[in-house]
T-cell receptor, first 112, second 110 residues
């Protein structure tokens, strides 16, 4: 399958640190990528997206980097706060295969 | 307000029963998706639909069925053939590049 039912890796950081969450995507034909945040018991929420013609995109406290050569995506969160604690998923999509495929996710734990 | 509504929030199913999870959106999106999430794991695609009266199997479609008779509705039926249905089910709709999610339905077999 395109996403695997593995247990989530966890990233633990201190409040105020910068966090970097990584994602390896599977399809070189994917042309847009999205990061989602999922809090416990809730549906995922959109954070930021990036198209394949870009290497970097910045939002409020977040930056997404795309390296198409190695099919790697990262989400950087500046000055991480306890409210950032959640599971973060990357998703890849393409008009040609017409579906959104999710990565396995990373759990971010922020300690005060 | 525009959005996606899933119901019910919690659902209990007896062994051998079929149950249907509702997903409604008023965003006028063409594409809708159903995902399954098991505890501590990622999202796995069950079915998706790009347009009314058409849908495609995802990675784990066995034991599930869907219909797309209206643009705003994409119900998922968990059939008795699904041997391990206890999970969190998420519905999403897609507009261009952004997916909007419902708040999920937690299904438990009793």
């Amino acid at each position: 399958g395109e996403s695997v039912g593995l247990h989530l890796p966890t990233l633990s950081v201190q409040e105020g640190d910068n966090s970097i969450i990584n994602c390896a995507y599977s399809n070189s034909a994917s042309d847009y990528f999205i990061w989602y945040k999922q809090e416990s018991g809730k549906g995922p929420q959109f954070i930021i997206d990036i198209r394949s013609n870009m290497d970097k995109r910045q939002g409020q406290r977040v930056t997404v980097l795309l390296n198409k050569t190695v099919k790697h995506l990262s989400l950087q969160i500046a000055a991480t706060q306890p409210g950032d604690s959640a599971v973060y998923f990357c998703a890849e999509g393409s008009k040609s295969f017409q579906k959104l495929v999710f990565g396995t996710g990373t759990r971010l734990l922020v300690s005060p | 307000d525009g959005g996606i509504t899933q119901s019910p929030k919690y659902l209990f199913r007896k062994e051998g029963q079929n149950v249907t999870l509702s997903c409604e959106q008023n965003l006028n999106h063409d594409a809708m998706y159903w995902y399954r999430q098991d505890p501590g794991q990622g999202l796995r695609l069950i079915y998706y639909s790009q347009i009314v009266n058409d849908f495609q199997k995802g990675d784990i479609a066995e034991g599930y069925s869907v219909s797309r008779e209206k643009k705003e509705s994409f119900p998922l039926t968990v059939t008795s053939a699904q041997k391990n249905p206890t999970a969190f089910y998420l519905c999403a709709s897609l507009d261009r590049d952004e997916a909007f999610f419902g708040q999920g339905t937690r299904l438990t077999v009793v």
